[in-house]
């Protein structure tokens, strides 16, 4: 939480809030479940410009008690920022729109590169990212494969990130302390025949990924099939997202670098689509 300068008063801090509405110190409390309208409000209410506690107040017509839960909650969570007496947007608020933006139009850029990935390997191309939670992928596009089987996925389609080509390679470059805070809650339930079940392999297995840059997945998620996942980056070399190439196990097997290569191609030239720079392609 960002301190007030010396001339103004920190309203965040409950040992000053009797300078703010007259009451005794309170103790801290974060945002009630019934308030995500509110937190919403708030942040509409900051998409234009800073503004005061007492600003705040009078466009919401909420009293300062209640607005002073839902601001620290806000800023504890670094959806805003306090500089003196303004808040403003925080840097997750502005990470937050990045996203929404680069997801909407993702899949219509990445469209013509999944079709001609689709139609050079014969094998389904998939799109996928990590959903809000960061706990599951989602299919966001698929081209499927002319040749049978196919991968039974579908658009929407949610999926574990410790068995999956995709899952693995997004999780593979989340922090430190995100990886573990996943490994910490997930349950490892076998899926197909090669799925990791025990947190230390996965462990071993994501670190695995991030030095090879690409994941071959075969039958972790799905019997009889492999996946290989390449990253797309976005404008500031952020992994936003994963091409998949999915294929039946026994197609993989003689050629696998090639399918390598391919994904990695495609995921480039999506990064490139998306202003990523192409001195670090």
């Known amino acids: 939480m960002l301190q007030s300068t010396d001339h103004s008063v920190d309203v965040l801090n409950p040992a000053n809030r009797a300078s703010v509405n007259g009451a005794a110190p309170a103790r801290s409390r974060r945002a009630p479940a019934k308030s995500p309208q509110r937190s919403l409000m708030v942040l509409q209410a900051l998409t234009q ?105 579908a658009v929407g389609d949610r999926r574990p990130l410790y068995c999956t080509a995709g899952g693995l390679l997004l999780l593979s470059h989340q922090s430190d302390a995100g990886v573990e805070r996943y490994i910490k809650t997930v349950k490892l339930q076998a899926l197909a025949s090669n799925t990791i079940t025990n947190k230390a392999a996965l462990r071993r297995r994501i670190r695995s990924v991030a030095r090879a840059g690409v994941c071959v997945s075969i039958n972790q998620s ?60």
């Open 49 to 153: 410009e800073g503004r005061t506690l007492a600003q705040l107040a009078r466009q919401l017509n909420t009293p300062k008690t209640s607005l002073l839960i839902v601001l620290r909650s806000l800023c504890e969570a670094g959806h805003i920022a306090q500089n003196g007496l303004v808040y403003e947007l925080g840097p997750e608020s502005l990470v937050l729109a990045h996203q929404i933006v680069a997801h909407r139009s993702l899949p219509r850029i990445a469209r013509p590169i999944l079709v001609r990935t689709a139609a050079e390997t014969g094998e389904t191309a998939v799109l996928t990212t990590l959903t809000a939670a960061k706990d599951e992928i989602v299919h966001l596009d698929k081209v499927a494969s002319s040749q049978a089987p196919t991968l039974a996925a």
């Open 222 to 281: 799905s019997e009889g099939f492999t996946g290989i996942a390449a990253p797309i980056y976005d404008h500031d070399g952020s992994a936003i997202a994963s091409l998949v190439i999915a294929a039946p196990s026994g197609r993989v097997a003689h050629r696998a670098r090639e399918l390598c290569e391919k994904a990695r191609a495609a995921s480039l030239g999506i990064s490139r689509l998306l202003g990523y720079p192409a001195a670090q392609v």
